[in-house]
């Protein structure tokens, strides 16, 4: 007898799996400037105000994000208490979570151009990521109950289907 195990890369442990339009509303509904009223001043002199916004995820692992921010170039990546906080292209990340919810970001930039493509970005690869570490999970947790993989397939959506031998 033989058990079909699938692992779904947008519904499995996904990020922002809206699209970007999707995101767009969000950013527009959730946003909240910094009260303080902090300024920087640009390259070519400008004084501008630091914008500050904040998103719900569906991110929970936080090995998977970490990678997922490393591979996407983040720097000054600073974890405590289970908060990161990283500079990634021109925006500071901020992810901090309650116990048992997904983490929620708050984002903070002088120019918000590009804030739905960041997004966008960091959550398919932040959905990649998660499916890689649940695959290998998934691998070793068989291999330790002696169960032999029977067949494995990837498909065009790339999800992975583990067929498993239970006899």
């Known amino acids: 007898m033989s058990i079909t195990v699938s692992a779904y890369p947008t519904s499995l442990f996904s990020v922002l799996s809206s699209t970007i339009s999707e995101i767009i509303a969000l950013h527009n509904t959730q946003t909240t400037e910094i009260e303080s009223g902090e300024y920087i001043h640009l390259d070519n002199g400008v004084l501008e105000k630091l914008c500050n916004k904040e998103f719900d ?20 990546i600073v974890e405590c208490q289970g908060d990161i906080s990283c500079e990634c292209e ?29 997004l966008s970005n960091l ?39 583990l067929t498993i031998n239970l006899e």
């Open 90 to 118: 021109t925006f500071q990340l901020d992810f901090y979570k309650s116990k048992n919810e997904p983490y929620k970001v708050r984002i903070t930039y002088h120019n918000e151009n590009g804030v739905a493509e960041l």
């Open 57 to 76: 995820t569906l991110i929970m692992d936080k090995d998977a994000l970490l990678k997922t921010l490393e591979e996407h170039g983040a720097t000054n």
């Open 123 to 161: 959550g398919n690869e932040y959905s990649t990521n998660a499916q890689e570490i649940s695959y290998n999970k998934i691998k070793e947790r068989l291999e330790y109950q002696n169960l032999e993989i029977e067949d494995e397939e990837v498909y065009e959506d790339n999800t992975i289907v």
